[in-house]
């Protein structure tokens, strides 16, 4: 048994233990929180990195996640995030439709798309906002797009960012559309040098033989000059020949391209189309950044 005296004067060897196992609990403490920030941080770099190769390179179906506070003033106190998604890529003008739904966290916004809420047909708004790829890359210098994420077969966190898609009607009952499907195959292909020329050779023969997406997807590449020199009016001709088909997505188009163009009048387009049978719906269409 210890003696009174040992007790009441412990070992200088006892402290200086008791000191060391000290030390290193801090030291294991200060290790470990160090490690996570350093591992937080490689990850915020490796997000913000992406983030901006989104911005700079558009895809359809792109999600970016906004700080709405930098974009509007009439918010309520719980409204602060907010969702867009990429509809439409039309030269240089990136069109948006946003989320129905504020979130008070960021997370919140993460959370929402774990769950399955972008798939619900109602989740995003109507209303379409055509801006300029410039301002989306202003918006995200300015933290309004504080992340973009890009889906895969339109999937992102597992679950679908839109409603599911219908199967189209076999391409053997409509004309064109196998010229429109090997000519999207070859716009996508990286490793040849004539993809774009047999592309535009394949829309072509498409586009005559009256199928409306390879009108569109023919006028795309005038618009984009791909293979072909920029040619605006051109596009236009043959949107107008999917508008008068009732397709959408041309109508819209033509709307954008039209505005770019000093000798083209919306208003008579319109009246061409209703001439024509065509149920049209005309919305205002605009967005300006908050000073």
Request: with cysteine; hydrophobic share 35%; net charge positive.
């Amino acid at each position: 048994m210890q003696s009174k005296e040992a007790i009441a004067n412990p070992s200088p060897l006892l402290f200086s233990n008791k000191t060391k196992s000290s030390k290193t609990i801090v030291f294991f403490i200060v290790f470990v929180a160090l490690f996570f920030g350093i591992v937080e941080y490689k990850s915020y770099k490796s997000e913000e990195k992406q983030t901006l190769a989104i911005i700079s390179n558009p895809k359809i179906n792109d999600i970016y996640f906004l700080d709405f506070r930098l974009l509007s003033d009439s918010l309520r106190p719980k409204e602060k995030y907010r969702i867009a998604k990429v509809v439409d890529i039309t030269g240089d003008i990136i069109t948006l439709v946003y989320g129905t739904l504020y979130y008070q966290r960021q997370r919140a916004a993460v959370i929402s798309i774990q769950y399955g809420q972008l798939s619900y047909k109602d989740y995003f708004e109507t209303k379409r906002y055509d801006i300029p790829l410039n301002t989306i890359k202003d918006m995200h210098n300015s933290q309004a797009i504080y992340l973009a994420k890009r889906p895969i077969r339109n999937k992102l966190y597992g679950n679908l960012v839109g409603p599911e898609r219908r199967k189209e009607a076999s391409s053997h009952l409509i004309y064109g559309k196998k010229e429109n499907t090997q000519g999207e195959a070859f716009l996508k292909e990286r490793f040849s040098e004539t993809n774009l020329q047999t592309a535009f050779e394949l829309f072509q023969t498409s586009s005559d033989l009256g199928y409306a997406k390879g009108q569109v997807n023919l006028a795309a590449m005038y618009i984009n000059g791909q293979h072909v020199e920029k040619d605006f009016e051109q596009a236009l001709y043959w949107l107008k020949a999917a508008s008068l088909q009732s397709h959408k997505p041309a109508i819209l188009k033509y709307g954008i391209i039209c505005r770019q163009v000093e000798s083209c009048y919306l208003a008579d387009f319109y009246q061409e189309l209703t001439a024509a049978g065509v149920n049209i719906q005309v919305r205002e269409m605009d967005f300006k950044l908050r000073n």
